[in-house]
């Protein structure tokens, strides 16, 4: 099948100060360690200025941890960026806000990843003897970097400088067993397709939502294990089919009774290249999986209550949409169609005591989870609250 996206090409050279100038996600994980060895300068700031209607933030730079930054004032135009992540970026500052930003000089290169209310971003500029007339150019939100420090800035700046002071090391992030998870916890297991594996790392840094402490685990196996300690299945890209269908009949009925026993199951996407229908065992009223093209547009139902709404707005024309589903049962609550109504988007299914959700779009490169990020942050949002209200 041929699909209308963009492959982000990413290309790191040994460096994650390289990935700058590629513009692209910084895949690998890096210690803390590593990214401030490979800065020329780490800068504190204060927000000083917002401009929603130019997308624009001004900075004070207000301590040099490293390096003796010639900028007194570091100014970014935010609204250049990559997709949606300007409109993403633009809601973290606020005026009054601390800032850290690393960068690294090369002569009239200035590359450099910021961390702003718990949101990492990348910009670069072009240095100039008139440092007032530089602009730092914001390429995206760096959906990976909380593997290197998931938190508020002001305790990344307090982390920093122990640090450098030698009083502690970064700690490695680390996915939590489910087995661990601490008391009242929501406890998700992902369970990730044989090529495609980018929604982890975003769902894992939805680690607090709904007022929940979520936890997350995951797994290529498609017999589930742990899936006893689990509240929510996530069934991510390629997982059930990708050129022929994966389930076998034990593996199908276990999700079922997962379902019935309380279980939330979320089903991200399916593939249905082969061009023959995604099989639906492991759900147990009927529906068609389906080949379409790519695209963009859906149209929510007023089922979908805040589902696009909470924490994220989300319109027609802001996601990734692929092989979908039709040919559904009245048993299913349709919260978003697709294709003038002939797909589904989004729907709701009761089974037992638990749920499904099924969505149709496709999260198989870093350009897809990009775009679809905030859907999936919506969407467990929406779960932690229908098991809130459940129970």
């Not at 500029?125 to 998931?150: A, L, Q």
């Not at 680690?207 to 196996?221: C, E, F, L, R």
């Not at 589930?224 to 996530?234: G, I, R, Y």
């Not at 299913?332 to 969505?359: E, F, P, Q, S, W």
Request: proline share 3%; hydrophobic share 35%.
């Amino acid at each position: 099948m041929l699909r209308k996206t963009v492959l982000v090409l990413i290309c790191l050279l040994g460096l994650f100060i390289t990935s700058f100038q590629t513009q692209a996600f910084i895949r690998r994980h890096y210690r803390l360690e590593e990214v401030i060895k490979e800065c020329t300068h780490i800068v504190f700031g204060t927000v000083t200025e917002v401009s929603q209607k130019r997308m624009t933030a001004k900075v004070k730079v207000v301590e040099n941890l490293k390096g003796k930054s010639d900028f007194q004032e570091m100014k970014i135009n935010i609204g250049v960026g990559q997709g949606n992540f300007p409109q993403q970026l633009i809601k973290q500052f606020k005026t009054g806000l601390p800032i850290i930003v690393f960068y690294k000089k090369e002569g009239q290169r200035l590359m450099s990843l910021g961390h702003i209310n718990g949101t990492w971003f990348q910009t670069f500029g072009k240095d100039g003897p008139d440092k007032s007339r530089v602009w730092w150019n914001m390429t995206h939100i760096e959906i990976y970097m909380h593997r290197t420090y998931n938190g508020t800035t002001p305790d990344f700046q307090k982390l920093l400088r122990d640090v450098l002071a030698g009083k502690t090391r970064s700690k490695e992030s680390k996915t939590q067993n489910l087995i661990e998870a601490p008391s009242g916890a929501v406890r998700v297991l992902v369970l990730t397709g044989k090529h495609f594996d980018v929604e982890f790392d975003v769902l894992s840094r939805f680690d607090q939502s709904n007022g929940q402490k979520v936890v997350y685990q995951k797994t290529k196996g498609r017999n589930l294990p742990d899936l006893e300690h689990a509240d929510v299945l996530w069934i991510g890209q390629g997982a059930i089919s990708e050129g022929r269908y994966f389930l076998k009949a034990e593996q199908e009925n276990k999700i079922k009774a997962f379902v019935n026993d309380g279980g939330v199951v979320i089903v991200s996407g399916q593939d249905s290249d082969s061009g023959r229908p995604c099989r639906t065992g492991w759900i147990p009223e009927p529906m068609k999986g389906v080949d379409r093209n790519g695209h963009s547009d859906f149209q929510p139902t007023q089922a979908a209550g805040r589902l696009f709404r909470e924490p994220n707005v989300i319109k027609s024309g802001t996601v990734f949409i692929d092989d979908t589903w039709t040919d559904w049962s009245d048993k299913y609550t349709i919260l978003a169609t697709t294709n003038r109504g002939k797909d589904i988007a989004v729907a709701m299914l009761k089974y037992g005591k638990g749920m499904y959700l099924i969505m149709g779009f496709q999260n198989e490169t870093t350009a897809n989870i990009s775009v679809n990020r905030p859907m999936l942050e919506n969407l467990i949002h929406f779960t932690i609250g229908w098991l809130k209200n459940r129970s």
